[in-house]
């Protein structure tokens, strides 16, 4: 789980998982810390991009910032009541609290270096960034902040949650490595800023922000500013994808074919029908419409894969049936396997599957949102100035 430094390993198992019974106290915490009523995973989801997703960029104050190709988790930041020592939990999105324990992580308060943040939320992204010879080093990418020591920030607007993130945790903590470099290495992970953007500001995120990054990046999220924080599916928060790298999460099902035994086979005792396991099985793709009945997941369709493509999953020597799968559609309109999402408890819901359809089928091409970039700055500057005229 840990290299000799320290640091997490990998980001899908970014520490000590927490048995459900211990992780229920947590979440009843997190729970009250929050205000919610709800046990589910709070963090907030964003809707995919569609063609009349420009024209809200023109109608509201938007940040955009670049997508990372990593694991999105709540990042809580709490005492540890067995010795009341600085603790670290990554929230999942299956609402799984992760205990960070490979390392000495501190990430101090303004009120001095020893001292620690306690019912803190902090919503992110960990991503591992490839800093030459063939090492890697985790970094929490924070693009927003849900609670501070105890105070609710979920009312506030976008640029306040983040102010109070940099003022309070970042700031702190950049001055605190800054003066004992040394320290680095024994940290589990870095934590980092997302770079945010005016919503204009789109050549610029291409160009320099997306073009010297560190990982892998696979789209756009634009943020409301005078937004609340909404737990679960937002759309005030909008994720772009290039087309043909949308992609839909669904749970598929194996179906390998079924052999009638032959005479030879009963003459060997075998009677019953039995499944040729060492073939290329039928796929089907499942989608998500809600709950926990038989009847949440419904079939949509079948996802194609090369006999290759099945030779190599069958070398993980894992479980593959029942699991949740990311898939993209190719050229050929055909649904082809691109990752497992073990981090997900499901599927994308229906709704969001038809909405990535739509994406699909009605997207915004990277050139489409430069040349829209102009018109989002005017419209911008038009609302700053009758401000300016009102105030």
Known sequence: MAEENGHIQSIDVPGEKIPSEDAAVLRQQVQRLLGRERWDFPGA?????????????RSKDYYVCEKSDGIRYLLYLT????????????????????????????????????????????????????????????VYLVFDCLALDGQNLMSRELPKRLGYFKEWIYNPYKA?????????????????????????????MFREVIAKLKHGNDGLIFTCLGSEYKPG???????????????????????????QPDEEDIAEGWTEPYKLFHELPQIQMLAYHGGNGPDSYRPFGEMYMTEEEWEELKGLNEPLDERIVEAYMDEQKRWRFYRFRDDKPNGN??????????????GVTKEELLAAAKGIRDAWKERQQAQSRRG
């Open 176 to 204: 605190l490595y800054k003066k004992y470099p040394t320290e680095k290495p024994f940290q589990a992970f870095f934590l980092g800023m997302k770079e945010m953007q005016v919503a204009y500001g789109i050549e610029m």
């Open 45 to 57: 989801q964003p809707v995919s991009f569609a063609r009349h997703h420009l024209k809200e960029l």
């Open 233 to 259: 599916t937002d759309p005030h928060i909008l994720k772009w994808k290039a087309a043909d790298e949308n992609t839909v999460d669904f749970r598929w099902k194996l179906e390998w074919p079924v052999m």
């Open 349 to 362: 819901h229906i709704s969001v599957i038809k909405s990535v359809l739509d994406s699909i089928e009605d």
């Open 79 to 138: 005492i540890n009541p067995s010795d009341g020592s600085e603790a670290h939990f990554m929230i999942d999105r299956r609402n799984d609290y992760w205990y960070v324990t490979t390392a000495s992580t501190h990430i101090p308060t303004t009120k001095g270096e020893d001292t620690f943040h306690q019912n803190t939320i902090l919503d992110g992204e960990l991503v591992m960034d490839d800093i030459g010879n063939g090492r890697k080093e985790p």
